[in-house]
C-alpha cells in the first residue's frame, strides 16, 4: 500500500465514504467528520504511519489536503 | 358521594389528633397536616389510581408529598384505607416507627419518596412524569407542595421544566395556608399573587377551596395540554378552632385537656 | 459491546475524559435503553452532542439548573431508568448537594452523577471551575460509590461499571483533552479493588484519577534515585480497598497523591483506614494544598501546587528515611 493508499484508507475507514469523497474533504463538511469523529481520524491516522501527534497539529488538520502537509513533519510524505 | 368523602375526612382528622397527642411532648406538625386533610381525601378515595392491596402497581398514580411535614394527613389516609393498624398509627414518631415524622420511602406504604427538605419533590415528580412518558405509561404524578414551600429557587426550577417539556401528566397541588414556620408569609416572604407565579411559568392554574372536596374533584379531575397548578387555598389548623389560621400550630404539643378539647369539636374517637 | 482496540484508546485519549464518556454513552445505551443522560447546558462540553442527535429520546437537557436535574434524575430512577447527570464537577457536587444527600445518599436512588473536569484543568476560568473538594464533600455522604478513572480507557470502563452497579455512584472525571493514557491495552477493571500497576520494594504510593499516570512517572525517576516505589490506582474511593492499603503498611512509607484537596479526599480516606491500624509507616498526602491560588492553565495550575511527576518524586525523596 502506497502511503497515499494508506492516508486515504484512515479518511474512509474512519467517516465511511469514498476514495474520491475523501480527496476534497474539510472539517465539518460532512455529519461524521465532528470533533468526535476528528479524534477517530487522529487516532487512525496515527495508527497507520505510527506516528504521535501533537496538539497543535491535531487541531490544525482541518482537511484532507492539510494533513498531508501536516504529516511532512512526521516524515510521511504522501505521494 | 360527597358526604361520604367528608365523613372520611372528620375520620382523618381524628386520626392525626391521635397521631400528635400520642407523639406526646416532641410535639407534631399537626397544623399543616390538617390544612391537607380534603385534598389527601379527594386524591385517595376519589382522584387516584391507587390500590391499597398493591401500592407498587406500575398502574398506580404517583403522589408525592414534597411538603413532607404534613405527613399525618398522608398516615391518615393510608389509615382509612387499611394499610395502617391503629397500633402503628400512635407509632407516629416513636423509636422505630414506619411512620416518621417526614415520610420515608416506602414502597410497601405506597411513599414514592421520602421527604423533608423542602423543595425537592417537585423535581422528582417532573423526573417521574418524564420517565413514565418514555415507558409510554398513562399515570399521572400528583405533587403537593406547601405556599411557605414556595420560597425554595429549586421549585421554581423544576417549575420551568415541567412546562418546558409540556408534562400535561402532571399536577401540583399547593396547599396555601398562608403560614410557615417562623409567622404568617405576609411577614416573612410572601409569595403572592401565587397563582400567577405558576401561571407565567406556563402551568393551566386554577384557584380552589382547598376545604371544598367537590371543588377539589371538578379541577383534579380536568384534562390540560399543559401541567395544572391547583392553589389550594386552605386553613391551617383547619378543624379544631384553637389551631385554625395560628403560626403557633405549625409544630406543637397536644396536652390531654387541649387533646379532649380538639377531639370533642371534630365530635369522634379513635 | 465497546471495542477496545489500540486506536480507539488512542482517540479516547485524544477525546480526554469527557469525550472519552460521550462515546461510551453512546456505546452502552444501544444494549440498555433505559439509559438516560441528563445535562445543565453543558450538552458539546459533556460530550454528548452526537448521543443528543442518535438517541433524542434518552437524552434532556434541563438547562442551567442543578439541583433540579439531580432530583428529576432521582425521579427518572425510581420508575426504572439508569440517569447520567452531567455537569462540572464543582457543580455536580456542591450545588446539589443537599439533592445527592437525600436522593443518592438517603434513598440510594440509582443516580450516575458525573462530574466532568474534576481537578484543575479548567483552572483559567478561576476558583469558580475548579473541582478540588468534591471527593470530600460526596464520600462524606453515606451509600453512594465513587469511581475515578486514571485515564480516557478507565472513563469507558467506568461508565460501563457506573450502569452494572445497582446504586447511586458519582463518577469524577479528571484531566484535559489528549490525556496521557495509563493503560494501553484492555484489562480487567473491578468497581473497589485497586489495581498495582507498578511494583516496588521500598515505598507505596497510592493515586487516583490523572495523578496515576504522574505517579508512575514519579516512580521511574525515583527508581534512578535508588527508591524502588509500587504504584497502586485507587480507581474506586468508596468503598475503599481497605486491603490494598493494608497491604501497603509492609512498605516504609504510603504516599497518596491526588488531584483534589489534601482535606477529605484519597489522603484523608486512607488515613482513616490507617488509624485503625497499629503498625504502619508514615504517610504522606500529595494533592492540592488547602488553598485557592490565582488563575492559570492546567500545567501552570498543577506546578504550583507540585503535582507534576518531577515534584512528586522530589517531595517523596525529601520525606523518605531509609
Same mark, same amino acid.
Given at each position: ?79 | 358521594?360527597?358526604?361520604? %368523602? ?7 382528622? +381524628? ?116 420517565? %413514565? ?9 400528583? +405533587? ?25 401528566? %402532571?399536577? *401540583? ?14 411577614? *416573612? ?41 391547583? *392553589? ?13 389560621? /395560628? ?24 | ?27 452502552? *445505551? ?31 437537557? +434541563? ?39 437525600? /436522593? ?38 453515606? /451509600? ?128 482513616? +483506614? ?49
Amino acid at each position: 500500500m502506497t502511503t497515499l493508499e494508506a492516508y486515504t484508507k484512515a479518511f474512509t475507514d474512519t467517516f465511511g465514504i469514498t476514495d474520491e469523497e475523501a480527496k476534497n474533504l474539510k472539517f465539518q463538511d460532512i455529519k461524521a467528520w465532528d470533533s468526535v469523529g476528528h479524534m477517530g481520524l487522529i487516532a487512525a491516522i496515527e495508527e497507520a504511519f505510527d506516528i504521535m501527534m501533537e496538539t497543535d497539529d491535531i487541531v490544525d488538520l482541518s482537511s484532507f489536503d492539510k494533513g498531508k502537509e501536516i504529516l511532512k513533519k512526521y516524515d510521511v510524505e504522501i505521494d | 358521594m360527597i358526604d361520604d %368523602l367528608n365523613k372520611i375526612a372528620a375520620k382523618m382528622r +381524628v386520626d392525626m389528633l391521635n397521631m400528635a397527642y400520642s407523639a406526646g411532648k416532641s410535639g407534631a406538625h399537626i397544623g399543616p397536616a390538617l390544612s391537607l386533610t380534603e385534598i389527601m381525601t379527594a386524591l385517595y378515595f376519589s382522584v387516584m389510581n391507587f390500590n391499597p392491596q398493591n401500592p407498587g402497581d406500575d398502574c398506580r398514580d404517583r403522589l408525592i408529598l414534597s411538603k413532607g411535614h404534613g405527613v399525618m394527613a398522608q398516615y391518615a389516609a393510608m389509615k382509612q384505607l387499611g394499610m395502617i393498624s391503629d397500633d402503628e398509627l400512635l407509632s407516629f414518631k416513636h423509636n422505630n416507627t414506619k411512620l416518621y415524622a417526614h415520610p420515608s420511602m416506602n414502597s410497601e406504604m405506597g411513599i414514592e419518596f421520602s421527604s423533608g427538605s423542602l423543595g425537592q419533590g417537585l423535581s422528582l415528580g417532573v423526573g417521574c412524569a418524564l420517565a %413514565l412518558k418514555l415507558k409510554k405509561n398513562n399515570s399521572r404524578v400528583y +405533587v403537593i407542595l406547601g405556599d411557605g414551600e414556595c420560597n425554595e429557587g429549586s421549585v421554581w426550577e423544576a417549575a420551568m421544566l415541567a412546562s418546558f417539556q409540556k408534562l400535561n401528566n %402532571l399536577t *401540583v397541588i399547593i396547599d396555601k395556608n398562608n403560614i410557615q414556620y417562623d409567622d404568617f408569609t405576609e411577614n *416573612v416572604l410572601s409569595m403572592n399573587p401565587l397563582d400567577k407565579k405558576w401561571e407565567s411559568f406556563g402551568f393551566d392554574t386554577e384557584i380552589v377551596n382547598g376545604h371544598n372536596i367537590e371543588q377539589l374533584l371538578q379541577v383534579l379531575n380536568k384534562k390540560s395540554e399543559k401541567p395544572t397548578a391547583i *392553589v389550594a387555598e386552605t386553613v391551617k389548623g383547619k378543624g379544631v378552632s384553637f389551631m385554625e389560621n /395560628n403560626p403557633q400550630w405549625h409544630n406543637g404539643i397536644l396536652s390531654k385537656e387541649l387533646f379532649d378539647t380538639a377531639i370533642n369539636e371534630i365530635g369522634g374517637v379513635l | 459491546m465497546i471495542q477496545i482496540t489500540p486506536q480507539n484508546i488512542r482517540m479516547w485519549s485524544l477525546l480526554g475524559s469527557c469525550g472519552a464518556f460521550g462515546a461510551a454513552a453512546e456505546s452502552v *445505551v444501544q444494549e440498555n435503553s433505559n439509559i438516560v443522560m441528563l445535562t445543565a447546558d453543558l450538552c458539546s462540553f459533556a460530550g454528548l452532542s452526537r448521543f443528543s442527535k442518535m438517541y433524542p429520546d434518552n437524552f434532556f437537557n +434541563v438547562g442551567i439548573a442543578e439541583q433540579n436535574m439531580v432530583g428529576v434524575a432521582g425521579g427518572m430512577a425510581k420508575e426504572g431508568l439508569i440517569p447520567f447527570v452531567t455537569t462540572y464537577a464543582t457543580f455536580a457536587s456542591m450545588r446539589a448537594l443537599d439533592q445527592i444527600k437525600v /436522593n443518592m445518599g438517603y434513598m440510594k436512588l440509582p443516580v450516575k452523577l458525573v462530574g466532568m473536569t474534576a481537578g484543575l484543568s479548567v483552572g483559567i476560568l478561576g476558583a469558580t471551575h475548579i473541582s478540588i473538594e468534591d471527593i470530600a464533600a460526596i464520600r462524606s455522604i453515606p /451509600n453512594i460509590c465513587i469511581l475515578s478513572p486514571a485515564d480516557s480507557l478507565e472513563t469507558v470502563k467506568c461508565v460501563e461499571a457506573a450502569v452494572q452497579i445497582a446504586g447511586p455512584v458519582y463518577l469524577r472525571l479528571s484531566g484535559s483533552m489528549n490525556n496521557p493514557p495509563v493503560y494501553k491495552a484492555d484489562y480487567d477493571f473491578v468497581a473497589g479493588k485497586a489495581i498495582t500497576l507498578k511494583d516496588g520494594e521500598d515505598i507505596t504510593i497510592i493515586a487516583t484519577g490523572t495523578m496515576v499516570h504522574n505517579s508512575l512517572r514519579a516512580a521511574k525517576l525515583l527508581e534512578e534515585k535508588g527508591i524502588s516505589a509500587k504504584v497502586v490506582n485507587m480507581h474506586t474511593l468508596k468503598p475503599l480497598d481497605v486491603d490494598a492499603v493494608k497491604s501497603a503498611c509492609s512498605s516504609k512509607m504510603i504516599i497518596t497523591v491526588e488531584e483534589h484537596s489534601v482535606i477529605g479526599g484519597l489522603g484523608g480516606a486512607v488515613a482513616e +483506614v490507617l488509624a485503625g491500624i497499629e503498625k504502619k509507616p508514615e504517610h504522606l498526602i500529595i494533592g492540592v494544598s488547602d488553598s485557592y491560588k490565582p488563575a492559570g492553565e492546567y500545567k501552570y495550575l498543577l506546578e504550583q501546587y507540585g503535582l507534576l511527576p518531577e515534584q512528586i518524586a522530589e517531595k517523596i525523596e525529601q520525606n523518605y528515611k531509609k
